[in-house]
């Protein structure tokens, strides 16, 4: 596709669930960042990944939260146990190359997680 | 911990109006600061500043750092309404190349 595609784009599940969000990059992209985004606030980072790594998953809040990227492409953010304070939008990038190099992050839609 | 501060937090101005939104910092190991605008989900890049006192410019909008001062500006002149965003500025910098730092963003409303 022509950008970053986020699925589902709204999930709304109950305490305790345990949740899936996915993230396409960008054909050739090997850097992807995950970010969530409270109301009113900036997007607060949670992880890259450098190809099929996670380089830095230090903004994960706590071990509910995990990530993979299997192959360098597609992402998936997983969410065990689900807690009200989860809800957020959680906001998808990638970039071509990340490091020295860096350049502008492309972003997706966002899936918006509401957690009853 | 890495820092980015905007402000201001929201601005509210009539279409004409020129308007600066400021960004401070405080990283280890500087490499870039971007500046976003986010209208309704995904942020949309607008500027990537890597060295000081070089004026980046698209249109109305511009942009420059200033690394001795720890911050950035971003101008945009004659509003219109269709500028009415979140503006978001970012930070790459930190001990891992890539982690991006993200300040709380300044909400911009343009009134006609």
């Known amino acids: 596709g022509a950008g970053v595609s986020q699925t589902p784009s709204n999930k709304v599940t109950e305490k305790g669930k345990y949740v899936e969000l996915r993230c396409d990059p960008i054909?050739?992209?090997?850097?992807l960042y995950w970010y969530r985004q409270s109301l009113g606030q900036g997007p607060e980072f949670l992880i890259y990944f450098q190809g099929t790594g996670a380089a830095d998953d230090s903004g994960l809040p706590n071990d509910r939260f995990f990530a993979v990227r299997p192959e360098g492409s597609v992402s998936t953010l997983k969410i065990q146990r689900t807690e009200r304070g989860d809800s957020a939008v959680y906001l998808c990038?990638?970039?071509?190359?990340?490091?020295?190099?860096?350049?502008?992050?492309?972003f997706g839609p966002g899936t918006r997680l509401t957690v009853l | 911990e890495d820092k980015v501060v905007q402000s201001p937090l929201s601005l509210v101005v009539h279409e004409g109006d020129t308007v600066t939104l400021n960004c401070s910092y405080e990283?280890?190991?500087?490499?870039?600061l971007l500046w976003y605008k986010q209208e309704k989900k995904a942020p949309t890049f607008l500027f990537m500043l890597t060295s000081s006192g070089i004026e980046k410019k698209s249109g109305r909008l511009s942009s420059i750092l200033d690394k001795k001062e720890l911050s950035s500006i971003l101008n945009i002149t004659a509003t219109q309404t269709g500028d009415s965003a979140i503006y978001l500025c970012?930070?790459?910098?930190?001990?891992?190349?890539?982690?991006?730092?993200f300040g709380q963003g300044t909400i911009l409303t343009v009134h006609p």
């Open positions: 054909s050739g992209h090997t850097a």
């Open positions: 990038a990638s970039s071509a190359l990340a490091g020295p190099s860096y350049n502008e992050q492309f």
């Open positions: 970012e930070n790459a910098g930190g001990t891992s190349y890539g982690k991006l730092t």
């Open positions: 990283v280890t190991n500087f490499r870039s």
